[in-house]
């Protein structure tokens, strides 16, 4: 088989597509989020907490000297990118949760009745017992 006849066979498999479009929906929709957390939820929060502006929020390590930028740790970058990460995994959360409750329920399966003895284990069940009454 040609390699680009099982590379061919490989894309047209159903769960490849399906992870394509979901990678594609899914970068979008982080787009949509981090707008939302960006635009709407943090001006509001950052009024409330005495105007503080998330992205602005930073610890300098070394100032800029020159050309040479400063260092800094950009903590508020970093709680904005924790409130994206919790809004999509919520939605995830529900989408699946969605999903999961329109799968059909089956009922659990009936445990199987005991298969009967053979004639072997009747036969050294009968000779534990007479052994047990000491005969």
Known sequence: M???????DFINRGSVVDLAVGVIIG???????TSL?????????GE????????DLHY???????KTPAVAINYGL??????????????????????NSMKKEEPAPEPAAEP????????LTEIRDLLAKGK
């Not at 040609?2 to 061919?8: N, Q």
């Not at 409330?48 to 992205?55: A, E, T």
């Not at 009967?116 to 036969?123: A, D, N, R, S, Y």
């Open 48 to 55: 409330l907490l005495h105007g503080i502006d998330f992205k």
């Open 78 to 99: 970093f709680i904005n990118n924790v409130i994206d990460f919790l809004i999509v995994a919520f939605c995830i959360f529900l989408i699946v949760k969605g999903v």
């Open 27 to 33: 970068a979008a929709f982080g787009k949509i989020v």
């Open 37 to 45: 957390v960006t635009d709407i939820i943090m001006p509001p929060l």
């Open 60 to 66: 300098t390590l070394k100032e800029a000297v020159g």
């Open 116 to 123: 009967e003895p053979t004639k072997e284990e009747l036969l």
């Open 2 to 8: 040609s390699i680009v006849k099982e590379f061919k």
